[in-house]
Each structure stands twice: as C-alpha cells, then as structure tokens.
C-alpha cells in the first residue's frame, strides 16, 4: 500500500512539475513575444517621427521663403476681385504683384498642397501608432503648415504670414518634444557627437 501511494505521489509531482514548467515557458514566450512587439512598434514610430519631422521642416523653409515675396501693404481687400492667387492672371495684378513674384508664390502652394497631403498621411500614422500627446501635436503641426500656406493662396501681409511660419516652427518643436518623450528618450540626454567634441574640445 505505502508503495502504491509513493508511485502516486511520484507520478502526481512529475505531473506537477511538467504542469509548472509548461507554465514558465508560456510567461517566458508572451514576455520575449511583448518585448519583440514592443520593439517592432518602437522602430515604426521612429521612423514616422523623424519621417514627418524632416518633410515637415523642408515645407516650412520653402514657405517661408515664398513668404518673402508678400508685401506689408495695408489693404482692405489683398487682391480686388480674387480670392485665391490661383486664379489670378498669369501677367499679375498691377499695383499688387508682378509676374514673377505670381509665378513663385503659385508654384510654393501647389507644390505645398502636394506635400501636405503626404504628410497628413504621416499625421494619421502618428495617430494610430504613437500616444495621444504626439497624435494631437501632429495634428497642430500639420494645421499650422496650412495655416501658411492660406496666407500665400490668399497673398496675406507677410507680417502675418511670417508670424505663422513662426508658429509652424514653434508646432514643429513641440511635436519633436512629444515625440522624444513617447519613444522614451531622455530629454536631457546629450547626443554622443556633441558629448564627444565637448570632451575633445575640454582635453585640449
């Protein structure tokens, strides 16, 4: 009889261990399967934030510079019988433009229509992947850049245009921040190049 409980209780604890080992591994496959997922997900959301990043820059520098073609004019109406710069004649509007000055504007909106609508593709991105704080930053950033581009479609006063490039670029730091903080880098870190010419230029 005591034999017949020793094998039972030989074969209960196999069973046990086998059962607890099972279990181990299980939790060790879901940790190594989050740690994986949740490297997965940090490169793609480097890779849309720099992404957005960079064009976003690249748009408000070439606005910017078609904002140098505006006036500080005072006038009630921007472009007597015009809305939109668009539809103005190829020649200018006299006393307002000039062809070249037309020619340029017209083509940094057309070529910002193009561009904005490829990065509020970035935008949704950022929605779907990044944290609330960077989704609303990317959506301020975006609307910002198109804030510009209405001051140029409209041929605004290039005080109020360059006021809004100012907060075009003041979105753009923010969403960077944003961005910094949901990829978990350390706000006060020191990139390694400035860190190393720091220490060459201290060992001099």
């Known amino acids: 009889m005591v034999g017949l409980w020793t ?44 992404t957005l990043l960079a064009r976003s820059s690249t748009i408000e520098r070439d606005l910017w ?17 015009y809305t939109t710069i668009l539809l103005t004649p190829v020649e200018g509007l006299p006393g307002v433009f000039d062809e070249i000055s037309r020619a340029i504007i017209v083509e940094a909106v057309e070529d910002a229509f193009d561009a904005l609508n490829q990065v509020e593709e970035l935008e949704a991105e950022v929605q779907l992947i990044g944290s609330p ?23 605004g006063p290039f005080d109020d245009a360059a006021d809004a490039v100012l907060r075009a670029k003041a979105a753009r730091e923010a969403f960077r921040v944003a961005a910094r ?12 190049d400035v860190a190393g010419k720091k220490l060459t230029s201290d060992s001099r």
């Open 7 to 50: 094998a039972v209780i030989g074969v209960v604890g196999t069973l046990l261990g086998v059962l607890i080992t099972q279990h181990f591994a299980a939790r060790a496959a879901d940790r190594r399967q989050l740690q994986e997922d949740g490297k997965r997900w940090l490169s793609e959301r480097l890779q849309v934030s720099r």
């Open 181 to 192: 903080e949901s990829l978990m880098v350390d706000p006060a870190a020191t990139p390694p």
């Open 65 to 81: 510079s078609a904002c140098s073609h505006l006036d500080r004019e005072a006038r009630a109406v921007r472009m007597p019988g």
């Open 133 to 155: 704080t960077e989704g609303h930053a990317a959506v301020a950033l975006v609307e910002a850049l198109w804030e510009v581009v209405g001051f140029l479609e409209g041929y």
